[in-house]
């Protein structure tokens, strides 16, 4: 696999960058993370000329690539330190998981889907990209590599999972859209084993933008 990153792909992604910033992503860290990430290796080729644009767009399998938008604001919430030991819910294409990568993370990632597993695999393989991807259920989590002190969830969920939660480590923090229907981009820290403390950020309106659902079974 040949990826290549054109002067004018860099280009592109300095004004995406500085869109990000008009609509009040702050964090230096994220921004230079997201310079870092070339996004159009994460897309079909058809979609090159639009990777920039603050757009989600299909990835295969009924998923999509988050708008840059939605992954600047999902990672910011968190406030990541270099170290922080994270679980990602839904792989996806990778992207997210790259700039977690990117922000010194220790990045711990489920996607059910097969197909989008394995090609992700294989991206993130070529890229140097250093995680531990797992195919599985996202609801279960990664019990195993419990407890995490950041947990983002990339698909939209009805409720908050019990199984990530309990997975979360006290003081710990998880970014995740909650509702049925629509949802309500929701920060959860953890103030101890039962109990947190529930942010809900009403104003992301991302243009009424929906995420794909957050399923239990295997494909």
């Given amino acids: 696999m040949q990826l290549v990153d054109k002067a004018k792909h860099q280009g592109s992604r300095k004004r995406l960058v500085l869109?990000?910033?008009?609509?009040?992503?702050?964090?230096?860290?994220?921004?230079d993370a997201l310079l870092k990430v070339?996004?159009?290796?994460?897309?079909?080729?058809?979609?090159?000329?639009?990777a920039y644009q603050n757009k989600a767009f299909p990835i295969g399998t009924d998923q999509t690539i988050s708008h840059p938008y939605t992954v600047a604001f999902?990672?910011?919430?968190?406030?990541?330190?270099?170290?922080?030991?994270v679980l990602e819910i839904?792989?996806?294409?990778g992207y997210q998981t790259a700039v977690l990568f990117h922000l010194g993370a220790q990045v711990f990632s489920i996607e059910r889907q097969h197909l989008l597993f394995d090609k992700t695999k294989q991206l993130l393989a070529t890229m140097k990209i250093k995680a531990f991807l797992h195919y599985g259920d996202g609801y279960?989590?990664?019990?195993?590599?419990a407890p995490f002190d950041k947990i983002i969830v990339t698909a939209g969920a009805p409720s908050l999972p019990e199984k990530l939660f309990a997975q979360l480590a006290i003081g710990g923090m998880m970014i995740i859209p909650i509702g049925k229907g629509?949802?309500?981009m929701t920060l959860i820290i953890k103030t101890a084993t039962s109990t947190y403390k529930k942010v809900e950020f009403d104003n992301f309106?991302?243009?009424?933008?929906?995420?794909v659902p957050m399923l239990k079974s295997k494909q």
């Avoid at 839904?90 to 294409?93: L, W």
């Fill in 38 to 50: 070339p996004r159009h290796f994460f897309l079909d080729s058809s979609f090159e000329e639009h």
């Fill in 182 to 184: 629509s949802q309500i």
């Fill in 90 to 93: 839904g792989t996806g294409s």
């Fill in 19 to 31: 869109e990000l910033q008009e609509m009040g992503i702050e964090s230096p860290q994220v921004l």
């Fill in 205 to 211: 309106n991302e243009t009424n933008f929906r995420f």
């Fill in 74 to 85: 999902q990672t910011e919430v968190l406030t990541l330190k270099k170290g922080d030991k």
């Fill in 140 to 145: 279960e989590g990664l019990p195993e590599k």
